[in-house]
C-alpha cells in the first residue's frame, strides 16, 4: 500500500501534511469546478475530500482557502528564462505569479556553450522552488548562413541529454534552415524521435507547403499570428502554443480560431517576460485570465496552460489536480481577475498572500560561464569600406513591423580622415539622413574573429550609439551606431562587462547593464535590472529614437527567425533567399 492510501482511505490516526480547505477545485477529467478539500502527503495530492477534518492532524498544515477558485499550478509551454536575467533571480516573480512550471529555451548558455551550457542549466534550476522543464539548442548544429559551430562530437553530447530528466527535447528550429534543405540538425531530431520527446518550431512566415513541409520536422509551433495561422497548423497537426508576453501578444487571433481546433492540442506561453513586466506581476495568471475575458469556457483557458502542456511535453504528474499527482496548486481571488493568492509547489506554501515566500538564489556560476566576450575592437570596425559603394548606395536594413527588417538602399557618408584607424575612405552614418551603422561580431571565444558592417534605416537615432550582448540565437555583439566613436565606447564598455547593454553619447557611456552570465543574463535583483531597464530606453529616446520598443528592434537584427534582411557576422542573411548577400547594390535590391 502507498503512503497515499491511508489519507484518501480516512483511517483512523492517519493525517495529511497539508490541507487546502474550503476550495472550489477545479477536476479536469470532469472539467468542473467541486466544493473540495485537497489533502497532501510530501509532493503529492492524496485525495480531494468533501471534508478533510477526518485526516487533519497535529502537525498538518492548513491552508484556508476560504472559498476561493484551485487551479492546477500554471505552465509556461514556452519561455526563454536564461535571459536579461538569471533563472533563479526570476523564480518568486514567476511563482507569484501564478506559474509553477516552464518549458524553457536554453538560449543563453546553451546557445553559446551547447550541451555544457545545457548541463549547467539543469545544475542550476535542480533545486528551485519551480519545475524548469529544458529543450536543447539546435542553433549549434546549424548551418544555413554560417558553419555550424557544433561537430560530430557536440551532436552526441546533446542527443545523450535527452536521457536526463528535465529535458523534454529539442528547441525552436527556426523554419527556414530545416524546410527543403538537408541539415546537420536532423540527425539530433532522429535521436530525438526514437526518445519519444518533442522537436519545437518557430515558424514566422511559414505558410502553404513551406509549412507542410515544417509539420513534417516539428511538433509545436507557437508563430501563429493570424487565426488562419492557428487553423493552418492545427490542421498539419501541430501542437498550437498561443502566446502573450513582452515580446508578442497573439491571444486575440488564438481566441478567433479556438472554436475551429481541438482543445486539446492547444497550450498558452508567454514567449519570454521582461524585468520590467516581471517586476509588474505579469504572468500566466494573466494569460489565463485574458482568455477567459474574451468569452472562451474557463476549463478550456486553465487546461490550455496545465494539463495540455504537460500531455504535451510529457510532464509527468503534472497539470491536474488528482491523486499521485504533484501537489502544485494555485488560489485565486476568481476566475474574472486571476488573482493569485497563494501558490503551493510540491505541497510547500511559495505564495502567501500574494508575496512569495521564498527568495531569489544568488549563486555564482561557474567561472567559464563569464568572460565570454572575445574580440579585437577600433573604430574602423564600425565603418565599411568605401569599395563596396563606389557610387554612394549601400543594401541596408529598413526596421519594419514588430522584429521585421526589410531591404533597402541607402547612401552613407563618406569619411576620410586617419580618425578610424585607416587611410582610406570609409563609410560612414549619416543620421541627418537617417543613415545607422550595424555591426555585428562575433563574440564565441572559440571562433573566428569576424565581423560585418551594414547599415539602418528607420531606428531614428540622432546621436550616440547602442551596443549588446543580447542578440537572439547567435553569441554576438551588435552595435548600432549614429556615431562611431560612440560605437567604439558602448561596444568596449560591454566587452569591458563582459556582455550586456550600453548607450554612449558624446564619447560617454550614459546607460548600460552588465549581463555577464553567458553574456545574455544579468545576476543582480530584479528590482534593479527593470530599472535599468528603462534608463537605457531612455537614453536611446534621448538620442532620438522614438521607436517603441528600440531594445528588442537592437537585439532581433540578428534573429534569422523572422524571414527578412537579417545581420550576421559574414554579411546579410536573405533569410527567405537562405544566402549571405553584401553592401553592394544588385539589380533585385536596387
Given at each position: ?38 489533502a ?5 495530492i ?77 545544475e542550476?534550476?535542480?533545486?528551485l ?12 548544429l ?11 562530437d557536440e ?5 545523450g ?22 541539415s ?19 515558424g514566422?512566415?511559414?505558410?502553404g ?10 511538433d ?34 488564438f481566441?478567433e ?9 492547444v ?7 521582461w ?8 504572468g500566466?495568471?494573466?494569460v ?31 497539470g ?5 499527482s ?8 476568481d ?34 560561464v ?46 576620410s ?9 570609409r ?33 531614428g ?15 554576438g555583439?551588435?552595435t ?29 557611456i ?16 530584479l ?40 545581420l ?23
Open positions: 500500500m502507498n503512503e497515499l492510501q491511508e489519507v484518501a482511505l480516512e483511517r483512523t490516526g492517519a493525517s495529511a501534511d497539508t490541507i487546502l480547505r474550503d476550495g472550489r477545485v477545479y477536476c479536469s477529467n470532469r472539467r468542473e469546478f467541486l466544493d473540495r478539500d485537497v497532501i502527503v510530501g509532493d503529492r492524496a485525495a480531494l475530500l468533501e471534508d478533510g477534518a477526518k485526516v487533519t492532524g497535529s502537525e498538518t498544515t492548513i491552508v484556508d482557502a476560504g472559498g476561493r477558485t484551485v487551479v492546477p499550478g500554471l505552465i509556461d509551454a514556452h519561455t526563454h528564462v536564461d535571459i536579461y536575467l538569471t533563472p533563479q533571480r526570476a523564480v518568486p516573480a514567476l511563482l507569484a505569479s501564478g506559474t509553477t512550471s516552464i518549458v524553457s529555451e536554453t538560449s543563453g548558455l546553451g546557445v553559446l556553450f551547447g550541451s555544457r551550457g545545457v548541463e549547467t542549466s539543469l542550476r534550476t535542480a533545486e522552488p519551480l519545475s524548469v522543464y529544458l529543450t536543447l539548442p539546435p542553433q549549434v546549424v548551418d544555413t548562413f554560417e558553419p555550424a559551430r557544433g561537430g560530430e551532436l552526441e553530447a546533446l542527443a541529454l535527452l536521457e536526463r530528466d528535465r529535458i523534454v527535447g529539442v528547441g525552436e528550429i527556426d523554419w527556414v534552415h530545416v524546410v527543403g534543405r538537408d546537420p540538425v536532423e540527425e539530433l531530431y532522429e535521436r530525438v524521435r526514437d526518445a519519444g520527446e518533442t522537436i519545437v518550431g518557430h514566422a512566415g511559414c505558410r507547403d513551406r509549412l507542410r513541409a515544417f509539420a513534417t520536422v516539428v509545436n509551433d507557437h508563430e501563429a499570428i493570424t487565426a488562419e495561422g492557428v487553423r493552418r497548423r492545427a490542421e498539419h497537426g501541430l501542437h498550437v502554443v498561443g502566446r502573450c508576453g513582452s515580446i508578442r501578444d497573439d491571444l486575440d487571433v481566441v480560431a479556438l472554436p475551429d481546433v481541438d482543445r486539446a492540442s497550450s498558452l506561453s508567454t514567449d519570454g517576460v524585468p520590467d513586466d516581471l517586476l509588474d506581476g505579469f500566466m495568471a494573466d489565463v485570465r485574458r482568455l477567459i475575458d474574451a468569452g472562451v469556457p474557463a476549463a478550456d483557458a486553465i487546461d490550455a496552460a496545465t494539463r495540455n502542456p504537460a500531455d504535451h511535453f510529457g510532464l509527468e504528474d503534472r491536474v489536480i488528482a491523486p499521485g504533484i501537489a502544485d496548486l494555485v488560489l485565486v481571488d476566475l474574472e481577475s486571476m488573482g493569485v493568492e497563494t501558490v503551493l509547489t510540491g505541497g510547500e506554501v511559495v505564495v502567501a498572500g500574494g508575496r512569495p515566500t521564498v527568495e531569489p538564489r544568488t549563486e555564482p556560476y561557474p567561472d567559464y563569464y568572460d565570454t566576450v572575445a574580440v579585437d575592437l577600433s573604430a574602423d570596425r564600425f565603418t565599411a569600406p568605401y569599395e563596396v559603394a563606389p557610387d554612394g548606395v549601400v543594401r541596408a536594413m529598413a526596421v519594419g513591423n514588430g522584429l521585421v527588417t526589410t531591404e533597402t538602399t541607402a547612401s552613407p557618408a563618406v569619411v580622415e586617419r580618425r578610424y584607424d585607416t587611410e582610406d575612405r563609410l560612414a552614418p549619416d543620421p541627418a539622413a537617417d543613415v545607422l551603422t550595424a555591426t555585428l561580431i562575433d563574440r564565441d571565444p572559440e571562433t573566428a574573429d569576424r565581423g560585418f558592417t551594414g547599415f539602418l534605416a528607420g531606428f537615432l540622432e546621436a550616440g550609439a547602442v551596443a549588446t550582448t543580447g542578440t537572439w540565437e547567435t553569441p555583439l551588435l548600432i551606431a549614429a556615431d562611431v566613436e560612440d560605437g567604439l565606447v558602448a561596444a568596449d564598455r560591454v566587452a569591458s562587462m563582459g556582455g550586456g547593454f550600453a548607450v554612449a553619447r558624446e564619447g560617454a550614459v546607460a548600460d547593464l552588465p549581463a555577464p552570465v553567458a553574456a545574455t543574463a544579468a545576476d543582480m535583483p528590482e534593479e535590472i527593470a530599472a535599468r531597464f528603462e534608463t537605457l530606453r531612455e537614453a536611446i529616446a534621448a538620442g532620438g529614437s522614438d521607436l517603441e520598443r528600440p531594445l528588442v528592434t537592437a537585439q532581433t537584427l540578428t534573429f534569422l527567425g523572422v524571414p527578412a534582411l537579417k550576421t557576422p559574414s554579411g546579410y542573411a536573405d533569410v527567405l533567399g537562405q544566402s549571405l548577400v553584401g553592401l553592394e547594390v544588385d539589380d533585385a535590391s536596387g
